[in-house]
């Protein structure tokens, strides 16, 4: 490939504006500054990129010192996909969580509190909420990051979640457009297909979208998905019937779109990320996202160059870039006069709101009978491999809020055929606490739980996924997630608390 100078032409800088890089380390580098002085409007964030509060705050500063209205975006979910607390786990209960309470004005008060956080460390636009229908409970991607499995319920809880989150100032990118929730394949490892009917589609998946589009959301996530009944040809983030017709014509939907990670192997394994990139912007997106797993100059170079040749071989009309470049321009305008005085006040619904959420989505069955626990426990944690949205350095379960209940609570990670007689028999005698994740998903976990609760009826059962499987255990709490205020939620339960 042909590459290009990095100079001030129109055509360059427009580039360069519909790329939404992340990179590595917790200040800024250079090329990073470089780029934001040639053009580059947008960076991405993630929890390699965050330490605490004060250094996320210097980061985004010294962004803005380069380019005032950079758009600084970062995937806070809350619940299990956190990056502001990505070492710690999350304050916020998930979507999951606030779909199982059903009180759209709490949603809307948590998103306002998380939206305020993220606008006091200067970040502006957020890749969430999740408007996904979960409607396959094989789900490995999705799962308690929906609201549920209810249509309408996303919906209102998705125009609740924008507008809170809009209210404090950071825009809101509803995603995965046109609904990632009927799927059994997770799009960070291959493409997902979804064989629903169009009609389906519409009444089920698009729902939520349309309700996010009422409320005003600022931008819309594709999906790298492939849904023959829309195109049966090119996933979502590459389809212009999805994308232009569906989206822009039929939802009406004027906004901001941004793809899901390029370098994500749905896309980066079957067309290239160079050529994913171009063949994206085509078909109608505005945003070029990258860089959960490339992070570098040459990255942005690469994609910059494939825009710029495609458009001087008459692949990509020069227009078309030209308006993606424009929204994001208008986007990033909308962010830098969007810093409110609510967004960096004190916290209108109080700063325990994730914990008081938390405490409300708790789902108990067989506390009548149940006796809080006096003695420390062991904690038994059945523990499947995380997806990558989620990462696997966030913690996760009870043990270190029993411990901090309990002093003295001890635990172990277990998985695989023999998790059951070796949490057995690293427990001796003590109270067991099981912690599973989507039990339904791993026989495995289940064959685990079989074996324990067989030894030890009296093992206190904690689902932090999806509670799809029946309740069982001396005591069975469904969290609806794994963020950190779930797992204190469930401690306070079974201490007693």
């Known amino acids: 490939m042909t590459t290009f100078a990095s100079g001030t032409d129109t055509l360059t800088r427009d580039a360069l504006t519909v790329l939404q890089p992340g990179f590595t380390g917790t200040t800024a580098p250079d090329w990073v500054l470089r780029r934001l002085g040639e053009g580059l409007a947008s960076v991405g964030l993630f929890g390699r990129n965050i330490a605490s509060p004060e250094q996320l705050a210097a980061l985004t500063a010294q962004l803005r010192a380069e380019r005032d209205d950079v758009l ?25 969580a606030l779909g199982a309470v059903d009180d759209v004005e709490l949603t809307r008060e948590v998103a306002h509190e998380l939206g305020r956080r993220l606008a006091r460390c ?12 979960n409607s396959n409970p094989a789900n490995p991607v999705i799962g308690v990051r929906s609201f549920g499995a209810d249509p309408r319920l996303v919906a209102r809880h998705t125009a609740a979640y924008v507008t809170g989150l809009q209210s404090a100032g950071v825009a809101a990118c509803t995603k995965h457009f046109p609904g990632h929730g009927d799927t059994a394949v997770d799009s960070h490892h291959a493409l997902p297909r979804i064989d629903a009917e169009a009609s389906v589609l519409r009444e089920r998946d698009l729902t939520p979208f349309r309700a996010a589009i009422a409320a005003g959301t600022r931008a819309v996530m594709s ?7 829309l195109d049966p040809d090119r996933p979502a983030t590459l389809s212009r019937p999805v994308l232009t017709d569906l989206l822009r014509g039929e939802l009406g939907y004027d906004g901001l779109i941004v793809t899901d990670g390029m370098e994500m192997r749905a896309i980066a394994g079957t067309y290239g990320i160079e050529r994913g990139s171009v063949l994206a912007i085509a078909a109608g997106a505005d945003a070029i996202c990258v860089g959960g797993g490339l992070a570098d100059d040459e990255t942005v170079r690469r994609l910059r160059d494939a825009l ?3 458009v001087r071989s008459g692949e990509l009309a020069e227009e078309r870039l030209a308006e993606a470049a424009e929204r994001v321009r208008a986007l990033a305008r909308w962010a830098a006069s969007a810093a409110t005085e609510s967004a960096a006040g004190p916290p209108a619904a109080g700063s ?8 409300r989505a708790l789902k108990v069955t067989g506390a009548d009978g149940f006796t809080p626990l006096t003695e420390p426990p062991y904690v038994a944690a059945l523990t499947p491999v995380a997806n990558i949205a989620v990462g696997d350095e966030t913690p996760w379960g009870v043990a270190a809020e029993l411990f901090r209940l309990l002093p003295g609570t001890e635990t172990g990670s277990f998985a695989g055929d023999t998790a059951g007689a070796a949490a057995l028999e690293a427990a001796g005698r003590r109270r067991i606490v099981a912690v599973v ?26 689902e932090m996924g999806v509670p799809q499987a029946a309740p069982r255990g001396a005591l069975h709490i469904a ?19």
């Open 72 to 96: 600084v975006a970062v995937d806070e979910e809350g619940g299990d996909v956190t990056r502001l607390e990505v070492r710690t786990g999350s304050s916020f209960p998930g979507n999951h």
């Open 122 to 133: 200067g970040v502006n636009l957020n890749w969430a909420p999740s408007a996904d229908v």
């Open 223 to 229: 999906a790298h998905i492939l849904v023959p009944a």
């Open 308 to 310: 710029v040749t495609a």
């Open 352 to 359: 325990d709101i994730g914990l008081l959420a938390a405490r």
């Open 437 to 462: 994740r989507d039990e339904h998903r791993h026989p495995w976990m289940a064959g685990a739980l079989d074996t324990l609760l067989a030894e030890r009826p009296d093992t206190i059962v904690v």
């Open 479 to 497: 969290t609806h997630g794994a963020a950190r205020v779930c797992g204190r939620a469930a401690a306070e339960v079974i201490a007693g608390a």
